[in-house]
């Protein structure tokens, strides 16, 4: 088997057809599967996998309880059969040639990962401008400075040795889960390739029942941390400014108290590296620092 596609889903009724017809319609040649794992749907979500799956014995259904987006994906990762993986989320799709252009590149340069850009429902294309090879030290510092203008980890070809032992981030993480795996393959140093390519449709800014919790940002804080402490202070200002955006995202929420609570012990530490605007969020009073974040997040589309 060439190629495991997995696709986590969870109450994605509306969106797991269409996503299915795109991972089953790929011009690619070679032999591949879908693994879809049903993270305990309460809607009829895993019906309506169930009842594809019968036309087509490509399609796998895995029916679990309830155990989060990063445990359906190593649920899938533990049953596939693939050399490669490629996750793809449940109300998102693959453009036509998906597999064919990531796997021709992941074969010919002898890669980890390959990493293409995509584009939104909106039109906006995130195209990071890399070609060929990329700096694993350089993705994680966009990465954690929120500068998100290529595929994460939905929409990348990994050969699969390079994903064990990273598909364990807690359930409680739910926001920024595929950023935080993604840090920890990068953390080993792998071979990463772009490619020129927009391979993938990537619904955005869709409602979901994620919320910010400032203990759930901690652990955040505390599982990157250990994932980068073998690496000296290379990272030390990304992790600073990575806590800066999250604390924008408080903010932004007109939760002010995680300033008290946590974010005000990093006010002391900004240096030249962080952007100047976040330098001012972290230097004006939370319920001041309110307007500028609302409205470049407004006016961004970041909301």
Same mark, same amino acid.
């Given at each position: 088997?060439?190629?495991?596609?997995?696709?986590?889903?969870?109450?994605?009724?509306?969106?797991?057809?269409?996503?299915?017809?795109?991972?089953?319609s790929q011009n690619f040649q070679g032999d591949f599967e879908v693994i879809v794992v049903d993270d305990g749907s309460t809607d009829n979500s895993g019906m309506v996998a169930d009842k594809i799956?019968?036309?087509?014995?490509?399609?796998?259904?895995?029916?679990?309880?309830?155990?989060?987006?990063?445990?359906?994906?190593?649920?899938?990762?533990?049953?596939?059969?693939?050399?490669?993986?490629?996750?793809?989320?449940?109300? =998102? +799709?693959? #453009?036509?040639?998906? *597999? %064919?252009?990531?796997?021709?590149?992941?074969?010919?340069?002898?890669?980890?990962?390959? &990493?293409?850009?995509?584009?939104?429902?909106?039109?906006?294309?995130?195209?990071?401008?890399?070609?060929?090879?990329?700096?694993?030290?350089?993705?994680?510092?966009?990465?954690?400075?929120?500068?998100?203008?290529?595929?994460?980890?939905?929409?990348?070809?990994?050969?699969?040795?390079?994903?064990?032992?990273?598909?364990?981030?807690?359930?409680?993480?739910?926001?920024?889960?595929?950023?935080?795996?993604?840090?920890k393959v990068l953390a080993k140093k792998p071979k990463v390739y772009f490619i020129g390519k927009c391979i993938y449709y990537y619904m955005e800014g869709l409602p979901n029942d994620r919320r910010?919790?400032?203990?759930?940002?901690?652990?955040? =804080? +505390?599982? #990157?941390?250990?994932? *980068? %402490?073998?690496?000296?202070?290379?990272?030390?200002?990304?992790?600073?400014?990575?806590? &800066?955006?999250?604390?924008?995202?408080?903010?932004?929420?007109?939760?002010?108290?995680?300033?008290?609570?946590?974010?005000?012990?990093?006010?002391?530490?900004?240096?030249?590296?962080?952007?100047?605007?976040?330098?001012?969020?972290?230097?004006?009073?939370?319920?001041?620092?309110?307007?500028?974040?609302?409205?470049?997040?407004?006016?961004?589309?970041?909301?």
């Open positions: 088997m060439d190629i495991s596609i997995i696709i986590p889903l969870y109450n994605k009724e509306e969106y797991i057809e269409e996503c299915l017809d795109s991972c089953l799956a019968t036309k087509d014995h490509r399609i796998k259904i895995i029916h679990t309880e309830n155990g989060g987006v990063t445990a359906a994906r190593r649920i899938g990762y533990e049953h596939a059969l693939g050399k490669y993986i490629m996750f793809v989320d449940s109300d =998102d +799709k693959l #453009l036509d040639d998906a *597999l %064919s252009s990531t796997y021709d590149a992941i074969i010919q340069q002898n890669a980890d990962e390959v &990493v293409a850009y995509y584009k939104t429902q909106h039109g906006r294309i995130a195209d990071s401008g890399i070609r060929g090879w990329a700096n694993p030290d350089f993705m994680i510092k966009e990465l954690l400075a929120s500068r998100i203008y290529f595929c994460v980890l939905w929409g990348i070809l990994f050969r699969k040795e390079i994903l064990k032992g990273c598909l364990d981030i807690p359930r409680d993480i739910r926001n920024g889960e595929d950023i935080l795996l993604q840090i910010l919790e400032l203990e759930v940002e901690k652990l955040y =804080d +505390k599982i #990157l941390e250990n994932t *980068l %402490s073998g690496m000296g202070n290379r990272y030390k200002s990304s992790i600073l400014h990575h806590r &800066v955006k999250m604390y924008e995202n408080f903010i932004n929420e007109r939760k002010f108290y995680a300033f008290r609570d946590y974010y005000k012990q990093f006010r002391k530490h900004m240096n030249k590296d962080i952007p100047l605007l976040d330098k001012i969020v972290m230097a004006l009073p939370p319920r001041l620092a309110y307007f500028p974040v609302h409205y470049y997040k407004k006016w961004t589309g970041r909301c």
